[in-house]
């Protein structure tokens, strides 16, 4: 059992006693606030993308685009948390719609990159509108939306530690 593990573990043991009938509550589960957060979060973006004609999949891969183009379909996966055989349909659509390009790299034919077409380049200007009315809707400063996705981070590396021991 990893430290981290039963630090946590010895954390729990120590609190102070829940109330047994409260513990499997649904309001009280971590888990449920998270993924209801998240359709939450996915209702405000669905009118905001359709708009650029977008699903939230495609938006996150545009994202990562803008920031580092020309991505291995494995590099591209790891940074939005889908497997290939999520991604490579997607890619295709997208492609279809004139947003990506995929090509095999020069220098491993084994590998396919995706690269932003200028139309998919340009997308990012009228993005930004999509980011400032999520982020209203959050009704949380910049400061504390920072906070929020540090933390979230952290709880995101702590679960993927413990799923990977």
Do not use: V
């Given at each position: 059992m990893k430290t981290s593990t039963a630090a946590?573990?010895?954390?729990?043991?120590?609190?102070?006693?829940?109330?047994?009938?409260?513990?499997?509550?649904?309001?009280?589960?971590?888990?449920?606030?998270?993924?209801?957060?998240?359709?939450?979060?996915?209702?405000v973006y669905r009118p905001l993308l359709d708009e650029l004609g977008l699903t939230y999949p495609q938006y996150l891969v545009l994202l990562v685009l803008w920031e580092y183009d020309g991505l291995a379909i494995g590099e591209l996966g790891e940074r939005v948390a889908l497997d290939s055989g999520t991604l490579t349909p997607l890619l295709k659509r997208m492609q279809a719609q004139g947003l990506v390009e995929r090509t095999r790299s020069a220098a491993d034919e084994r590998l396919v990159l995706i690269t932003l077409t200028r139309q998919g380049a340009d997308l990012r200007e009228r993005a930004e509108a999509v980011h400032e009315q999520v982020a209203c809707a959050t009704a949380c400063s910049p400061k504390e939306r920072q906070a929020l996705v540090r933390e979230l981070k952290s709880l995101r590396a702590s679960l993927l530690a413990h799923g990977a021991s």
């Open positions: 946590a573990r010895r954390a729990f043991a120590n609190a102070p006693s829940a109330d047994p009938e409260a513990l499997l509550l649904l309001d009280n589960q971590l888990c449920f606030a998270l993924y209801s957060t998240s359709l939450a979060m996915t209702k």
